[in-house]
Every structure is written in C-alpha cells, then in structure tokens.
C-alpha cells in the first residue's frame, strides 16, 4: 500500500496525559499536513511541514500541540495534558511541492479523551 | 461568515437522478478547488479537483467553477446508493498550502 498512513487508528486516554500519533505520507510527497476534524464539521488545519521544515501553525495550535518530522519522512504530532475537547479524528496528508498539487489523506486517528 | 459555505443537506436524491452539490467562498484570492467525499467514520477521499472558470468532467462526476461569483459545484450523474456519503468542498489560496474546507453536504441516494 502506498497510500498515507496512520498509528495508530484509535486512542482512548484518559484527560491529562499525553499522546502522540504517527503520520507516514506518500513516499514522494515532501509536502504533510495534519488537519482535525469533529463530527459534523470539515476538516481544520492545524499545521504544516515542507520537507523537515515546519512552515505553518494554525492558532488552533495550541501550546498543549507539538508536531515534529524530523527526517522530513514521518511526521508525529503530540498531545500533552490531554482535555475532552481534544476529543476528534486527526488527519494526516501530504502532497507533491507546488500550489495546486492534491492532498491525500491518510486514514485518521480517532481520539477520545475520557 | 465562513470562508467556504455548504448547505448541510441532507440532499435526498433518487437513484440514476442528477445531484447538484453547491459551495461558496468568500476569499477571491482562491485559486484551487478539491472536492472530496467522505463517507461516515471514514477520512476524506478527493474525488475533483479544478483551478480554471468552467467546468471540469471525471466519469459521472463534473466539477464546476466560477470565481466571479465565487461558486463552485459537483453535479454526480448517475446517482448510486454507494454515492451515498458527505461531499467536503475545500478551497486553498494562491499562496497559502492549506486547505479551508466546509462543513460539507450530506448526500442520500435512494434506491
């Protein structure tokens, strides 16, 4: 499969403590992105990675919200002090470079924080 | 006002009828439209995507844009049960690598 992965598919934690997920995107792609989405609502940009560069943060990026891609590969995106309003599916996309170029989405990680 | 507006739906089609998804934006710098369909529990598939005023035709699928009016539309034909699903309309400026999605349209097809 080459599509976009994601680790893991389903996280249930309890509130204040932390969690990381995974991202792997299309092998070519230098371009990731994560994005959150709740029931009933689109997706929301949380921020984005050129290569191992970090390009863009949303405000919805709280400093509770740490994403790294060390090696401009996999990307992981950390939750510390976890809260029930974190509760949603986190996307994971990437894309070839250029401004028109498609995101493909991985599969999710869907989080609930008791 | 949101930057990219869907009407919820649900939009109650029969099968083999035509279904008209419709989107709006408010950011004229918009240059690339992606429409993606996602079904429940599911992440998001891309199903079109269009960049130039007009229309833009894949299979059963026609994307359709106009950014004078800052519109843009998927017409399905055809409609099949398994279309059944919610239709995310996403929008990215000419700058900017993200992309501004809408609340999305329910679809029901009915056999």
Redesign the interface.
């Known amino acids: 499969d080459t599509g976009v992965s994601q680790d893991p598919r389903h996280k249930i934690t309890k509130r204040g403590q932390n969690v990381t997920f995974r991202c792997d995107p299309i092998s070519e792609h230098n371009r990731l992105y994560w994005y959150r989405q709740t029931l009933g609502q689109g997706p929301e940009f949380l921020t984005y990675f050129q290569n191992e560069a970090q390009l863009e943060k949303s405000r919805l990026l709280s400093d509770r919200f740490s994403a790294e891609r060390p090696k401009g590969s996999f990307s992981t995106l950390e939750i510390q002090r976890t809260e029930q309003g974190d509760s949603a599916m986190y996307l994971c996309a990437s894309s070839l470079p250029g401004p028109t170029r498609e995101q493909f989405f991985g599969p999710g990680t869907r989080l609930t924080v008791l | 006002q949101k930057e ?1 507006e869907q009407n ?1 739906g649900p939009l109650s089609v029969p099968e083999g009828a035509i279904a008209s998804l419709n989107c709006t934006y408010s950011d004229r710098g918009s ?2 439209f ?1 429409w ?1 369909r996602q079904y429940s529990g ?5 199903i079109m ?1 269009i ?1 130039s005023n007009g229309d833009k035709e894949d299979g059963r699928f026609t994307a359709q844009l106009n950014k004078a009016s800052q519109y843009v539309s998927l017409l399905i034909r055809d409609s099949q049960p398994s279309d059944s699903a919610t239709y ?1 309309c ?1 929008v ?1 400026s ?2 900017g ?8 349209t329910i679809l029901r097809v009915k056999s």
Not at chain 2, 42 to 46: F, I, T
Not at chain 2, 97 to 104: C, I, P, Q, R, S
């Open positions: 990219v919820s240059q690339s992606f993606y599911k992440s998001p598939e891309l995507f960049y995310l996403a990215k000419e700058y690598n993200k992309l501004v999605f809408g609340a999305g």
